[in-house]
Nanobody, 115 residues
């Protein structure tokens, strides 16, 4: 059974940092594009960051310069380093693995940034 398990969320003050991790099982991890999304109540899920199979990266404008996505194929894990956090970064963060039309989601991890 495919699983994506996120960890690293929590409560942090404005300006602080968190590092999210997402470890995959039962997939050929290196063949997947890995993404982080976030969602707040009443809003659509928002794409935050992408890392391709070749380690290319892309970011939402709202997080450029503050967040860094990376992957470790040897550990089947994708990371999201979040610095200079703002209250508007508060959301549930989801890991996503995509390969052509196939995609999998993690269960989400809560990030709360206090002002």
């Amino acid at each position: 059974q495919v699983q994506l398990v996120e960890s690293g969320g929590g409560l942090v003050q404005t300006g602080g940092s968190l590092r999210l991790s997402c470890t995959a099982s039962q997939i050929a991890f290196s063949l997947y594009i890995m993404k982080w999304y976030r969602q707040t109540p009443g809003k659509e899920r928002e794409l935050v960051a992408v890392v391709t199979r070749g380690d290319g990266t892309d970011y939402a404008d709202s997080v450029k310069g503050r967040f860094t996505i990376s992957r470790d194929n040897a550990k089947d894990t994708v990371f999201l380093q979040m610095n200079s956090l703002k209250p508007e970064d508060t959301a549930v963060y989801y890991c996503n693995a995509q390969r052509t039309a196939t995609q999998y989601w993690g269960q989400g991890t809560q990030v709360t940034v206090s002002s």
